[in-house]
């Protein structure tokens, strides 16, 4: 077993790292108990905690990358121990020290892709805008009102490219004046950021920021709830300030507006999962919902895990590219939860949640019962 160092040293690096109000921690435990990992195996951020605080991190241990950043555990503690910033501390001094257990060790590969090409895929950078080849999109001028930054996955992931396609038909329908970067985007830095890799996300972030501001963009509409944290949370700390807009806020809006006209039948029971980043981290349940709620015939039914306690996909900090092996994938629990209200489609709006429950569903006996469907693949169906 490596320990870093019970020493002092090790105290004042997690410190460093931005670990320092791991101290406030009085052991209550309470952030265990909402942590969706005890669902399917023991892990205590609470331990994480304590060892933190005598300097006795087991930087070799995978616990240290477990937690998806949910953002369950920071809603009850009650000493504000900043779970989250205090865990991607430790992430960062492995990271320093080059250590990474077996289920993490996809984040070099993926470093070194989003440092060459800006995406997390292995992707050549010149084939970013392949998405929309054939579509009516335009490259992005200053004077547009939007901005439209699909991200890496709507990029090149081809069942998220369906998700940029329907958002586009949908832009296009209701007459928004956007365009696209292509080439001219990175990946907005945020999951990298997560593992621990500042100097790369700060590297990510530039470029983009850079790109924006040399394009005159002023509101950026993104289809990733991820996107939209850190270019709406994080790019500030930047001195810059874009207005961002998820699309699933712009659909509520074009609706009530009159704009998009919502006159076909979708006769499924849906239920609707609040990513993480862009619920609990950000505030938006209520605009999905009510843009689902518009579409004539659709019955929308709720999981007991909803709005503020949802449950994780499993995606976050950076989980998305390590291996969770079958049995604790919290993805899995969530598709039981969908069939168990009767869903027929399990909707979201994110494009992690998405990749996650196409994968649990193709791992179920009855994976035909339940449909997998980003909230935009849906209200295209209904213009
Ligand atoms: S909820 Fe907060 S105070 Fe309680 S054990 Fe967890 S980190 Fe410590
Ligand atoms: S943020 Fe979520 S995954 Fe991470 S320790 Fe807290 S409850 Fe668990």
Redesign the pocket.
């Known amino acids: 077993m490596e320990i870093v160092a019970p020493f002092k040293e090790i105290i004042d690096a997690i410190k460093a790292s931005g670990g320092d109000a791991f101290k406030y921690c009085y052991q209550c435990g309470l ?1 265990d108990t ?4 005890n669902k399917v195996r023991n892990f205590s ?1 609470r331990r994480i905690v304590r060892e933190a605080t005598f300097g006795l991190t087991e930087i070799e241990s995978e616990d240290i990358w ?9 809603q009850v503690c009650p000493r504000n121990v900043k ?2 910033e205090s ?1 991607v501390a430790l992430r960062r001094i492995a990271t320093e020290y080059d250590v990474f257990p077996h289920a993490v060790q996809p984040i070099r590969r993926v470093s070194a892709s989003l440092r060459a090409e800006g995406n997390p895929f292995s992707e050549d950078r010149s084939k970013r805008a392949k998405w929309a080849q054939g579509l009516s999109v335009r490259p992005f001028v200053e004077g547009m009102e939007f901005l439209y930054s699909p991200g890496c996955y709507l990029s090149y992931d081809p069942r998220a490219q369906k998700i940029a396609r329907a958002t586009v038909e949908i832009l296009n329908k209701a007459g928004v004046d956007f365009g696209i970067l292509g080439t001219g985007e990175s990946c907005c830095g945020e999951s990298i950021r997560k593992t621990g890799d500042e100097a790369l996300y700060k590297t990510l972030a530039r470029q983009n920021i850079k790109a924006f501001v040399e394009r005159g963009v002023k509101k950026i509409l993104v289809s990733s709830p991820h996107c939209y944290h850190t270019f709406r949370n994080e790019y500030p700390e930047f001195m810059v300030h874009f207005e961002v807009v998820h699309i699933s806020q712009l659909i509520f809006s074009l609706i009530a507006e009159g704009r998009l006209e919502l006159t076909k039948e979708y006769g499924k029971t849906v239920t609707y999962h609040d990513p993480c980043y862009l619920g609990r981290h950000n505030g938006v349940y209520d605009e999905p919902r009510e843009a689902l709620k518009k579409i004539p015939g659709l019955e929308l039914t709720e999981m007991p895990e909803s709005r503020k306690n949802s449950f ?1 996909c499993g995606g976050g ?1 950076g989980r998305i590219w390590m291996e969770t092996p079958k049995g604790e994938r919290f993805s899995d629990l969530r598709l039981d939860q969908a069939v168990g209200v009767g869903a027929q489609v399990l909707a979201t709006s994110c494009p992690y949640c998405i990749t996650n429950f196409e994968d649990s569903r193709l791992n179920r006996e009855d994976g035909e019962a339940i449909e997998i469907r980003d909230i935009t693949e849906i209200i295209r169906e209904a213009i």
Do not use: E, L, N
């Open positions: 952030c909402v942590c969706p990992w951020m477990r937690c998806t950043t949910c953002g369950k555990c920071p779970q989250i865990g994780c900090g």
